[in-house]
């Protein structure tokens, strides 16, 4: 997530248990041209590993030298970004509004998976107007995507299960997921969006027969969902995190948030701390503290009192 999937972040959530951890998403564009801030964004910790860079742009011919600065890094994997709908973005054509071009779709993967040796995985959503506000001209699927991408060694697909005109908040559709799940042969397959619960996380991947779930926003102040869903999978019951436990992981992050972008950087960690607090008897009067930390050390006294 941009803004948010940060090495300190992503160190987070692989300490709980994720398999793969995701950058944030990366503009081809300023790869190619060697933008400071955006080679900044491939910056990751040897434990982080496996690491996926995020890429997304509409200029096939960008991808190639893109890539291969990613691959020069020693990440793990590439994924390509088939599903942003912001305006920045999609507005330009980019983002999920490739899916009105197949052409340029197929010639971004191919040349992407031509340039480099590393896995290459792509990300969409379930489906896009095919003619932007005229819904009665019909729709772009995931359908349409699994079979313009038939041909190319794809090593994964998540597939966001909300539309390009219901961006963010309303169900997911499991129908179309579970009929693309069943569609792509290529390589995993995984399945995103609207976090419920653990147990509902875990019936919508039976439900799907999907190969495992993307966690985005639900992650936000509690991390252990990963360990809590592995446990649910295989024991049929996983443990309630202890306040303990929280504090514990909050003081981490906060310390590797330090360590990775120092003094700077550090009021990032106070939208991550207001989640972290959520839900504790005394949200409301840590909250008015946790928006003015400036270090490890105010966010270890804050915890303290608990
Ligand atoms: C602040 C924010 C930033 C995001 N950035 C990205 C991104 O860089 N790349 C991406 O594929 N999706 C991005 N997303 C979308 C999420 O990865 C995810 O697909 C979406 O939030 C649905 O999943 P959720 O309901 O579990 O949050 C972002 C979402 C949010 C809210």
Redesign the pocket.
């Known amino acids: 997530?941009?803004?948010?999937?940060d090495s300190a972040w992503r160190q987070i959530c692989k300490q709980w248990g994720a398999d793969v951890v995701?950058?944030?998403?990366v503009s081809v564009d300023a790869l190619y041209y060697q933008n400071k801030k955006s080679l900044k964004l491939l910056e990751y910790r040897a434990k982080e590993q496996p690491v996926v860079v995020?890429i997304?742009g509409k200029r096939a011919e960008l991808y190639p030298r893109a890539a291969k600065i990613v691959e020069a890094t020693g990440i793990a994997g590439l994924?390509i970004?088939f599903?942003?709908p912001?305006k920045k973005v999609a507005g330009h054509g980019g983002g999920i509004c490739l899916l009105r071009d197949m052409d340029t779709v197929k010639k971004i993967v191919a040349t992407t998976i031509e340039s480099v040796k590393i896995p290459v995985s792509v990300?969409t959503?379930v489906s896009i107007n095919a003619i932007q506000n005229n819904p009665s001209q019909g729709k772009i699927t995931v359908l349409d995507f699994v079979d313009a991408l038939s041909e190319f060694p794809i090593a994964a697909m998540?597939v966001?299960?909300?539309s390009y005109e219901v961006?963010?908040n309303g169900p997911?559709d499991l129908e179309m997921l579970k009929k693309a799940k069943s569609k792509f042969k290529n390589g995993i397959f995984l399945i995103?969006?609207?976090?419920q619960t653990i147990e509902s996380v875990v019936k919508d991947l039976k439900y799907t027969q999907a190969d495992g779930i993307?966690?985005?926003?639900?992650?936000l102040g509690q991390p252990w969902i990963f360990q809590q869903i592995k446990d649910y999978i295989k024991t049929n019951k996983y443990k309630k995190i202890t306040w303990s436990a929280i504090k514990k992981t909050a003081v981490q992050h906060a310390e590797l948030l330090w360590q990775s972008k120092g003094p700077k950087g550090f009021p990032e960690m106070r939208k991550h701390l207001l989640y972290y607090v959520k839900g504790h008897p005394q949200a409301s009067s840590l909250r008015k503290q946790l928006v003015a930390v400036e270090n490890p050390q105010d966010v270890k006294k804050i915890f303290k009192s608990l």
């Open positions: 997530m941009a803004g948010l999937t995701h950058t944030e998403f995020q997304f994924d970004n599903g942003c912001a990300k959503r998540i966001h299960g909300r961006p963010f997911v995103n969006g609207s976090f993307a966690l985005s926003r639900a992650l």
